[in-house]
């Protein structure tokens, strides 16, 4: 099979870099001072003047395949779009293609009604407002999502949600105003049927985020990875997506797309700390010779060089069965992939790291920022042990 871009992806690409050049990394240390200027969890001026840049440009939604909403890429067709946003941390919202958003506002296009879609998902395309993902608690093993304990009870035309919920990013952002919740309806159902998805406003009463979380230091602002308790939380009965009992069938769908999605940024991180390894190794000497002559660098950039090209290549295989069989005929390969990318980027970004010495550890470079993001995927969306157990499964079954 072959990978060549499209016409279409050729020439979004060569706009997207030109973007990139233009308005991404000069702002980088605007979008920190921003950051930092005051409340953490405030807006970012920044942040709004470069998606109005973004959508003047062309440049909007080019996720969402399957969708006349988006721009009508294939998996195969974004993933270069992907990893290229990915190259800087914030850039994925400036293009309106950040996760969470990204999944819930694919989850409201194949599963929200009418009403749920002009409520919630126009504004997410307009990008109005953001969203989160609500599903993983601290009193449980979340990566078996069986083990969900929140409940989503009904009472008349509402339903009563309670629970308490950590690692949900997004709630920081100053203008999240929707929440995709994961909770049991029915404990006494089938395993996969007692769990269900509904839609809670951000300002609905019972609502208390009591935290953010870290990443080796980080707390991702005005992001945010948040601890919350939801304490008699009433929502409209309508609110439901798809039906009681449902939430596996919509996770599925949702889950496929949002880790090839993170693995198409990996890449574009991985790529870029190379780049400043290459750089830093070549203006630097160590024990009279260049760091780019000594062996082991060496042997370290050209080992760089394999991992990426083998993850990339996945990816665009794994996108590529999503594109013509399906996500759930493509659960191997998506695995694969959500175990090979974050690892490869860690090995890299730590390579990195060390060719920059205690400068590359430092808040004068990306690189500690980034490999705290890419370990950070080694746990979102499905820990690289779940998705190994399931890659062997798969590869024992073809032997009977």
């Known amino acids: 099979m072959g990978f060549d871009h499209s016409p279409r992806t050729a020439d979004l690409l060569a706009r997207l870099r030109a973007f990139m050049d233009e308005h991404i990394y000069p702002n980088e240390k605007l979008y920190y001072e921003q950051l930092n200027e005051g409340d953490r969890w405030g807006h970012i001026p920044l942040i709004d003047e470069l998606k109005e840049k973004a959508r003047a440009a062309g440049l ?6 399957e969708s006349e909403l988006g721009a009508g890429l294939t998996n195969l067709e974004y993933a270069p779009l992907c990893e290229e946003m990915g190259r800087v941390h914030f850039s994925p919202v400036v293009f309106n293609c950040a996760a969470p958003d990204t999944g819930n506002m694919e989850t409201l296009e194949r599963f929200g009604t009418e009403e749920h879609k002009k409520r919630w998902l126009e504004p997410l395309l307009d990008g109005k407002i953001r969203s989160a993902f609500v599903m993983t608690e601290p009193a449980v093993a979340s990566s078996d999502a069986t083990n969900i304990q929140s409940s ?61 979380m870290s990443v ?56 870029r700390a190379l780049e400043a390894m290459c750089k830093r190794v070549k203006g630097r000497v160590a024990f009279g010779k260049p760091l780019a002559e000594q062996g082991v660098i060496i042997e370290r950039i050209a080992e760089s060089r394999i991992l990426i090209d083998q ?12 594109d013509t069989v399906g996500n759930k005929a493509a659960k191997a390969e998506i695995g694969m992939i959500k175990v090979a990318a974050p690892n490869m980027a860690c090995r890299v970004i730590d390579w990195a790291i060390q060719a920059h010495g205690a400068a590359g550890i430092s808040q004068d470079f990306f690189l500690a920022e980034y490999y705290a993001h890419a370990r950070k995927i080694r746990f979102a969306d499905g820990p690289d042990e779940v998705h190994r157990f399931q890659i062997g499964r798969l590869e024992l079954a073809k032997h009977g």
Not at 156 to 181: P, Q, T
Request: hydrophobic share 40%; net charge neutral.
């Open 60 to 65: 909007w939604n080019l996720f969402l395949p």
């Open 311 to 322: 993850a990339r290549l996945l990816t665009l295989h794994a996108a590529h069965r999503m």
């Open 216 to 271: 080796f230091g980080y707390d991702d602002a005005p992001h945010g990875h948040m601890e919350m308790v939801f304490d008699n939380v009433r929502v409209p009965a309508s609110n439901m997506l798809l039906g009681e009992g449902r939430g596996f069938e919509i996770a599925q769908g949702r889950l496929g797309p949002g880790r090839i999605h993170h693995c198409m940024r990996m890449i574009g991180m991985a790529e």
């Open 152 to 212: 989503i009870v009904r009472d008349g035309d509402e339903y009563v949600i309670n629970g308490r919920k950590w690692w949900i990013s997004g709630i920081g952002e100053h203008n999240c105003e929707l929440l995709i919740f994961m909770g049991k309806t029915d404990p006494t159902a089938e395993k996969h049927k007692q769990q269900s998805m509904i839609l809670i406003p951000r300002d609905t009463p019972g609502i208390t985020v009591l935290r953010p």
